[in-house]
């Protein structure tokens, strides 16, 4: 069982807008704002989509955001396109506790 | 480019050992932390073990604390994970990954190399 809680799959339409969301605990998502999600299409890594919360890394589209509220996060993927199809993961920094670093169990985001 | 290249992956017995590589190009190794991140066949990620830049100061998650050992060597900007005491379920693609910042926020990922356990 994975330490943070994510829908096993969501799905849109072209140029939908969908979300995902995140829930860990206090110890986690609610006490750093260092959440963190990982996009990873079949066979190849994950890639980085969104840091820092909201923070988007040079050559992520505009369409992907973050977002916080206590101890869920959220994606957003907005204008969907084919190949927005892949698995999302989130991560949160956890500090000092074990373990210092937790995932999601995934979500798999179809495009329709 | 930035690159990372993970190696030493293979098929091991239960109780035996290996020791994954992950070779850094591209950025100034010696100046970021670092991580291994596993994902079993079909599974989820899981972070499994952390490194400072100047490694001093290593984390691992529980369940391989004690039978692996993460440590890196600057001068050849390689990342190792000396894997001891193997189980079926350390059976998965272990992935080299950069660490931006401080607090475990993977930016940089290797294509990773697979450890299979089993008899």
């Known amino acids: 069982q994975s330490a943070l809680t994510q829908p096993p799959s969501a799905s849109g339409s072209p140029g939908q807008s969908v979300t995902i969301s995140c829930t860990g605990t206090?110890?986690?998502?609610?006490?750093?704002?260092?959440v963190s999600w990982y996009q990873q299409h079949p066979g190849k890594a994950p890639k980085l989509m969104i840091y820092?919360?909201?923070k988007r890394p040079s050559g992520v589209p505009d369409r992907f955001s973050g977002s916080k509220s206590g101890n869920t996060a959220s994606l957003t993927v907005s204008g969907l396109q084919a190949e927005d199809e892949a698995d999302y993961y989130c991560?949160?920094?956890?500090?000092?506790?074990?373990?210092?670093?937790?995932f999601g169990g995934g979500t798999k985001l179809t495009v329709l | 480019e930035l690159q990372l290249v993970e190696s030493g992956g293979g098929l091991e017995q239960p109780g035996g050992s290996l020791r994954l590589s992950c070779g850094a190009s591209?950025?100034?190794?010696?100046?970021?932390?670092m991580s291994w991140v596993r994902q079993a066949p079909g599974k989820g990620l899981e972070w499994v073990s952390g490194?400072?830049?100047?490694?001093?100061?290593?984390y691992y998650t529980d369940s391989v604390k004690g039978r692996f050992t993460i440590s890196r060597d600057n001068s050849r900007d390689t990342l190792y994970l000396q894997m001891h005491s193997l189980r079926a379920e350390d059976t998965a693609l272990y992935y080299c990954?950069?660490?931006?910042?401080?607090?475990?926020?993977?930016?940089?990922w290797g294509q990773g190399t697979l450890v299979t356990v089993s008899s």
């Open positions: 591209g950025f100034t190794f010696s100046t970021n932390a």
């Open positions: 490194i400072s830049a100047g490694g001093g100061n290593t």
């Open positions: 990954a950069k660490v931006r910042g401080t607090y475990g926020e993977f930016d940089y």
């Open positions: 820092e919360v909201s």
């Open positions: 991560s949160s920094y956890a500090g000092s506790n074990n373990p210092l670093v937790v």
């Open positions: 206090s110890s986690d998502i609610g006490n750093y704002n260092y």
